[in-house]
């Protein structure tokens, strides 16, 4: 018996010795990412104003960056890697909206390559991930746009956050009344996806009122230059 637990205790040993190491794996710093959302994400936009004090901070945050690779990102579990990219892609776009003097597209450094934002967006989070409630998640030019959550993405809690950010934007979102009720195919594809991520209040509301269905404009410009961006935030 003595033998039994002093073998057991020894698996157990091994097992923490080797599995505790290979979670550090898939942690990244997002601290100084979190303390900047505390301070300036409010549900009803980013402060920009105020913004610039804590431009050290972003900074150090994007620089952080330079430390991993592109590989060991992909060694990450799914849910981490669409956080990791979530966070990589709105700090750097509060980085672009928050930079006037750069005339220069901003780029994600990594240790081994560097990445646009056009790149992040559509060639890793839409094409690779494919996850429609990623669009709820990622800061837009326009104050019409989902809002910015106030704390970052984490693969244990990411599907609970993308479900919250869908649920916040449908709440807060004005309703646009009109006398067109016929839609397209494509636009019953976006009803029915409102419907599974909306209270029993708005589901009424879209059986029973007249609307019309708006969408938030796109990123189409994010790489351009600064002072070219047609003016999204006035």
């Known amino acids: 018996m003595t033998q039994f637990f002093y073998s057991l205790n ?3 040993f091994v ?10 794996l898939f ?10 959302l505390k301070k300036h994400a409010h549900s009803d936009g980013v402060n920009f104003q105020n913004l610039p004090k804590d431009a050290s901070r972003l900074d150090q945050y994007l620089d952080s960056f330079h430390s991993i690779s592109w590989d060991e990102i992909s060694r990450f579990p799914r849910e981490e890697q669409l956080a990791f990219w979530i966070n990589a892609y709105n700090a750097l776009m509060l980085n ?18 560097s990445l646009s934002l056009r790149e992040i967006r559509d060639e890793i989070l ?8 990623i669009h709820f998640a990622l800061l837009t030019a326009s104050p019409k746009g989902p809002a910015l959550r106030r704390e970052p993405y984490t693969g244990a ?43 029993q209040e ?23 230059p600064a002072g070219q961006s047609k003016g999204h935030l006035n």
């Open 27 to 36: 942690a990244f710093d997002h601290s100084a990412y979190n303390e900047i």
């Open 157 to 199: 809690r990411l599907d609970y956050q993308l479900d919250e950010q869908i649920r916040n934007f449908l709440l807060n979102y004005p309703a646009y009344d009109t006398q067109n009720t016929k839609f397209t195919p494509s636009q019953l594809a976006v009803l029915s996806f409102i419907v599974q991520h909306s209270s």
């Open 202 to 224: 708005i589901v009424k509301y879209l059986g029973d009122a007249k609307y019309k269905i708006l969408y938030f404009p796109s990123d189409s410009n994010v790489d351009a």
């Open 10 to 12: 020894y698996l157990l």
């Open 126 to 133: 839409r094409r690779r991930f494919r996850d429609e409630r």
């Open 96 to 113: 672009t909206l928050t930079d006037s003097k750069s005339k220069n597209p901003v780029q994600l450094v990594l240790e081994d390559r």
């Open 15 to 24: 097992l923490f010795f080797v599995v505790s190491p290979a979670r550090d």
